[in-house]
Structures are given as structure tokens and as C-alpha cells.
């Protein structure tokens, strides 16, 4: 433990370099993805023509974490999240992995839905030809996976850009609405129109579940920290803000959705806003927006199979999992076996799973993380701040840090565990698809420890 902390205290620190902006415009983009341009369709089968309604539960259960996520944030600045919470909060090194690993995985399923996206409606406009969803889900991870290997610019600016694109597309779908409102078009009762085949609340929480997939982006804006110029000032109003107008832009998509296209077709479409574009006639091109939302898809694969390859390379690297994942390409110093490790996986997942499925073991594996984060902050409100739970000072920040009202990360604990558990609907195929992904985890982590008889280097493994 000494040695990794010396060797870590000679590295020089993230430039603070992101200001309030830029962030908020990072949480947008990374909200803003797949999520929407895909799953309007399955939400729809669970409620009927009341699409936005599951989105707007979802952005308020999403909106209580993340005050947890706000008040952690600002107590531990620095880029790990979730793992690091759970590290300072239970001091229980196998837990602090599994949070890691769950969080690693939920990247794997998200990107493996959004490959199954990729190979539905949008990509079948462009194409003069039928291509089987498999297997234009598995040439579209070769090409993530291509990129990945090379090398592919992280940052922030690339972001914004892609952000900027992915919001065109949804505004296109708005005005299309506003359009169609102002000259008495479609059928805005529709939209109220609440069917459902158990009990209504039921079948709410279970598209609310679906819903939540499209807003998970929010916890990965928290490893941005270390890099903000001003973190407990600035990273609140860009956490809540980015969530906000995220909300707003999705309730509108999913109203407009509902009011022009017809429930049966949203539901029987894997491009259910593409639906929308040609029931609009020339106002703008099918083909142009199928574009849009399939670089709306590839951005959302790209960032988390890039997140969870470089998770598993720092599990390596921190002899938690076996030092095999840890190797590097010589000349492209890109974590080559952590690439090929998640791939194989996402490979196995599209092939296994079809996009709702993949959608809700992703939203299951991070509810369980959200439970864990949310209880964090209440365990370490009771713990004084002494050696290295004092919160780093950054010049210039805000002296005083958000503090989340208490019943928000309980009522958030409560909520993530409700929405985990079977009382969504959730069918028993996801929580064994789960279980089965965490397995993996355990077993590398017991292999690991069976091989070099360690499974971690103190209490900052994974996270230090």
C-alpha cells in the first residue's frame, strides 16, 4: 500500500481545466443517446400512448440519486465515482470490486443494446439491402472495437460535438411536433392514453425501469470531477441543470412521439423516432435523421466500451483481476487483452439478448450501484473527516459543499432497490443475465487471488 501511494503521489495531478459549461454540456451529452432514440417504442409497449409519463418517474428517481451523487462529488473531487464511494463509505475491498465490475458490465450491456439498435430501422433506411440484426450488430462492435484499439480521443471537445448532433436530432423530432400541433395534426390524446396489461402502477415502474436507461448517463459525468475548475461549486448546477434539460427534451420527444405515431407501429419499431420523420412528410429527410440517431448510437457504444476496457486494464493493473488484463499494445498503448476481454462479451450479449433485455440488465446493474452509492453518502455523513476523508481544497472553489436533503438518498436507496427488484415486471432472464456477468467478476477476482495471493493493494485499490 505504501509503495502504490508514493508512486501515485509522484504523479502530477488532472489539470482543472472544465468549467461550468462545458460540464453542463458533458452531463447533457452523455444523458442524450441511444437510450431515446431506441427504446420509445419498448416503453410504449408497457403503457400504451402515455410514453412520457415512465420518462418523467425516471427523471425524478434519477434526480434523487443524483443528489447523492452531488454531495459525494463534492466531499471526493477526483475521477473514480462510484467504486471510490463505496471504497471510502465500507472499507470492504470485495464490495468496492463489485461496484467497479457491476459498473464495468452495466458499459458491456449498454453497449451491446446499442449495437442491436444500431442494427434495426435507422441502419435499414440507409441500406438498399436487409441486413440480420446480429450480424450487423457484431460489424458495428469490430468497428467500435477497431477504433478502441487504435486510440480515440477522450476529450471533452469531441463531446460537446457529438452532443450537439445527438440534440439536433431530437430537436428535429420537437419542431416536427410543434409543427404538427399548430396545424391541428395527429392525435394529442394519444399521448394520455395510459394501457397497460396488469395493474397501471405496474406497468408504470416497468416502463419507468425501461425509461431509466436513457438517463444513466448522469454517473458517469462524476469522473469529470478531477478535472473541474471548480467542482463543488459548479458540478451540482451542472449535474441538476444537464438532468433538467435532458428531462424536458425527453418528455417532449416521447409526447410528440405518442401524439403523430401510432402505439402499435412505435412498438413493433426499433427506430421509433424515425417513425416520427416520415410521418412529417419532406420537413426533413428520413434518411438524414436515420444518420443522426445511428451516430447517436455509435457515440453511446464508443464511450462505454472505452470506459469498461479501461476499467478492467485498471483492475489489472491494480492486481485485483489477473495481471493478463492489464497488457498494453506496444505501439499503440491501447489495453489490447481488456479490449478483446469486453468485446467477446458484448459479442456474446447481442447475440443472447435483444435490445429491451440488454437495456434492463443495464438499468438493473446500476440500481444496485445507485443503492450502494446512496447509502455511502448517509454512512460517511456520521463519519468525521480525518486523514483521507478531509476533502480536497481547490482555489477558488465554494467553501461550502452541497449537502442533499437526507430523505432524498434514502427515498433514492429505496427507490433503486423497488426498481430492481421483480415488482417492475422485470423478466427472470435479466436478473440471471446479471448474475451470471457479476459471476465473471468473482471468479477472475478468486482466480486472482488463488494465482498471486492478494486481491487488492490496501484500501485504495481500484480507486486510488
Known amino acids: 500500500m505504501a509503495q502504490s501511494t508514493q508512486v501515485q503521489g509522484e504523479q502530477p495531478a488532472l489539470k482543472r481545466s472544465i468549467g461550468r459549461t462545458v460540464l453542463l454540456l458533458f452531463v447533457v451529452g452523455d444523458i442524450l443517446g441511444a437510450g431515446i432514440y431506441a427504446l420509445t417504442g419498448t416503453v410504449a409497449a408497457e403503457v400504451g400512448g402515455a410514453i412520457w409519463l415512465p420518462f418523467l418517474v425516471a427523471f425524478v428517481l434519477a434526480a434523487l440519486t443524483a443528489t447523492a451523487y452531488a454531495e459525494l462529488v463534492a466531499r471526493y473531487p477526483q475521477a473514480a465515482g462510484a467504486a471510490l464511494y463505496a471504497n471510502r463509505a465500507f472499507r470492504r475491498p470485495f464490495l468496492t470490486f463489485l461496484v467497479a465490475f457491476a459498473v464495468m458490465m452495466s458499459g458491456i450491456t449498454s453497449a451491446s443494446a446499442a449495437a442491436r439498435a444500431f442494427g434495426g430501422d435507422y441502419l435499414a433506411e440507409l441500406l438498399p439491402f436487409g441486413v440480420p440484426t446480429v450480424v450487423a450488430a457484431w460489424v458495428f462492435l469490430g468497428l467500435i472495437t477497431l477504433v478502441n484499439v487504435l486510440g480515440v480521443s477522450e476529450s471533452v471537445r469531441v463531446n460537446v460535438v457529438l452532443t450537439l448532433i445527438e440534440a439536433t436530432g431530437l430537436l428535429v423530432i420537437i419542431g416536427i411536433g410543434v409543427v404538427a400541433l399548430v396545424r391541428g395534426e395527429g392525435d394529442p390524446g394519444r399521448a394520455l392514453e395510459l394501457s397497460t396489461e396488469g395493474a ?114 485498471g483492475m489489472a493493473r491494480e492486481r485485483i483481476i489477473p ?142
Request: charged content about 15%.
Open 200 to 313: 397501471a402502477w405496474m406497468g408504470v415502474l416497468g416502463g419507468a425501469a425501461l425509461a431509466f436507461y436513457a438517463l444513466l448517463g448522469f454517473e458517469d459525468s462524476v469522473n469529470l470531477a478531477e478535472e473541474a475548475q471548480h467542482p463543488r461549486r459548479d458540478f451540482p448546477r451542472a449535474l441538476f441543470g444537464g438532468l433538467a434539460i435532458a428531462g424536458v427534451i425527453y418528455l417532449a420527444v416521447a409526447f410528440t412521439t405518442s401524439m403523430l405515431v401510432e402505439t402499435d407501429v412505435l412498438v413493433g419499431s426499433t427506430g421509433p423516432l424515425l417513425e416520427v420523420v416520415k410521418v412529417a412528410g419532406l420537413v426533413f429527410p428520413a434518411w438524414l435523421f436515420a444518420l443522426i440517431a445511428l451516430l447517436a448510437v455509435m457515440n453511446t457504444a464508443l464511450i462505454n466500451m472505452m470506459m469498461a476496457s479501461r476499467l478492467v486494464y
Open 323 to 464: 495481471a493478463l488484463f492489464g497488457r498494453v499494445h506496444a505501439r499503440r498503448r491501447t489495453p489490447v487483452v481488456a479490449i478483446a476481454f469486453t468485446v467477446v462479451l458484448a459479442l456474446t450479449l447481442t447475440a443472447t439478448g435483444d435490445l429491451g433485455d440488454l437495456a434492463d440488465t443495464t438499468v438493473l446493474l446500476l440500481l444496485l450501484v445507485f443503492a450502494v452509492v446512496n447509502v455511502a453518502v448517509l454512512v460517511l455523513r456520521r463519519r468525521p473527516d480525518t486523514g483521507d476523508d478531509v476533502p480536497e481544497r481547490v482555489e477558488g472553489d465554494a467553501e461550502r459543499s452541497f449537502r442533499a436533503p437526507t430523505w432524498a438518498p434514502v427515498l433514492g436507496a429505496v427507490v433503486s432497490l423497488v426498481l430492481a427488484s421483480p415488482l417492475t415486471g422485470r423478466e427472470g432472464s435479466v436478473y440471471l443475465r446479471a448474475a451470471v456477468l457479476l459471476a465473471i467478476g468473482v471468479v477472475l477476482y478468486v482466480v486472482n487471488r488463488l494465482v498471486s495471493g492478494r486481491v487488492d493493494t490496501g484500501d485504495d485499490a481500484l480507486v486510488g
